[in-house]
């Protein structure tokens, strides 16, 4: 009798990409001024009193919340979408509160059953948690920007993001309604990272960042389309672990039934949090200006230090070469004392660049633009 081998997940999960920094890290730290980390996308900034208000009038809740979400926090969910983001008609059984969209997306692809064999299509240069979410489905991965790479072959999922974490790059309109249409035709479930939807750069209006669940790409139609939001990076909520889902009716009820079973259920304080948060835009408004500012900033002097920025449409870092290894100019960078994730943290196609966060101080931002004039010397 042949006894199975019990899987070990963690061999099968790429290496946490930011314990390769150490060396790094290390060398900053050494700096006379001390490190500036500019690595990692933390928010640095006070989550706004309203928010902080709710949390603590609702600390005292002693029951069990709902994992669906309460009616206050799907209500907020709908109008935040529509208000903010031009997504009307969305249905209170169309959104579903997370606890935090990390955990959502390593998570979706098995709630949604994809199975091992079949494979989960990834951004060329993706956040990692794409992958990690495949391998947990026993999936295969592959990496691809276009459709026409997939020839025949019909992928279980495919995920999306725009703005692009780590490179800020805008799908267009016409772009997010190929990946509709392709979704349609093969029955393929469509995700779409948006948890930088609100932070685009680009002043025209054509230019601005578009939901994959806005008319003008779907029709009003979300059948497989599933939309991925956060509240961690434009209110500041990284450590309430706040978010939700919202698309195709019949997906979002088969990832409420699995997760109720499961007890992943956002808490019923920062249920009450969300809704705050969702219903005060003078708080997004306020955190967007202020990344504005940092970016200005720190573009100059990028730009000034003769790197290149690419794309960075969007979203909360500048996407950079020097046009030599990526690895090669991090440790440049350490050596004035600031710290930044080599590209290839992404992806092969990140080699020659590095990502440089916006998350910082306003105070760190100014150092570390004085910093890289410096950078010219170390050649």
């Not at 208000?53 to 907020?76: C, D, H, I, K, M």
């Not at 059953?113 to 991965?141: D, M, N, S």
């Not at 750069?201 to 669940?213: G, H, K, Y």
Request: aromatic share 6%; proline share 7%.
């Amino acid at each position: 009798m042949t006894v199975p081998v019990r899987r070990t997940l963690s061999a099968e999960l790429p290496d946490f990409p930011w314990d390769s920094l150490e060396d790094a890290k290390a060398t900053a730290a050494a700096y006379p001024d001390g490190i500036i980390n500019l690595s990692v996308g933390t928010p640095v900034d006070e989550v706004a009193p309203s928010i902080q208000l709710a949390l603590s009038v609702n600390a005292g809740a002693p029951g069990y919340p709902q994992t669906v979400g309460t009616p206050e926090l799907r209500a907020a969910i709908v109008s935040a979408l529509e208000r903010r983001f031009g997504v009307p008609g969305v249905g209170t059984d169309q959104v579903l509160p997370v606890v935090g969209t990390k955990e959502a997306i390593a998570w979706l692809p098995f709630v949604l059953g994809v199975v091992p064999g079949q494979t989960v299509v990834i951004p060329e240069l993706a956040y990692p948690t794409y992958e990690v979410g495949a391998k947990i489905a026993g999936a295969e991965v592959l990496r691809s920007d276009s459709l026409l790479k997939l020839g025949p072959q019909t992928p279980a999922m495919i995920f999306l993001n725009s703005p692009a974490n780590p490179h800020g790059k805008v799908l267009g309109i016409d772009h997010l309604r190929k990946f509709v249409e392709f979704a349609r035709e093969r029955d393929v479930v469509v995700v779409s990272d948006e948890c930088y939807l609100g932070l685009g750069w680009n002043t025209a209006e054509q230019d601005a960042p578009v939901s994959l669940l806005d008319p003008r790409v779907c029709d009003g139609d979300f059948t497989n389309l599933i939309a991925v939001h956060s509240l961690s990076k434009t209110s500041n909520m990284a450590s309430y672990r706040s978010g939700f889902l919202v698309g195709d009716s019949a997906l979002i009820a088969e990832a409420l039934a699995v997760r109720k079973n499961a007890g992943l259920m956002m808490p019923g304080p920062v249920q009450a949090a969300t809704v705050a948060a969702l219903e005060d835009d003078g708080q997004e408004i306020l955190q967007k200006e202020r990344y504005r500012r940092r970016r200005e900033v720190l573009a100059a002097a990028v730009r000034d230090a003769g790197m290149r920025i690419d794309d960075s449409e969007g979203g909360l870092y500048l996407w950079a070469t020097e046009d030599r290894p990526g690895r090669e100019t991090v440790d440049r960078l350490a050596a004035l004392g600031i710290l930044v994730a080599p590209g290839d943290f992404y992806g092969p196609a990140g080699e020659k660049h590095v990502r440089i966060g916006l998350t910082a101080t306003d105070e760190d931002i100014v150092a570390a633009a004085g910093r890289l004039a410096a950078l010219s010397t170390l050649d």
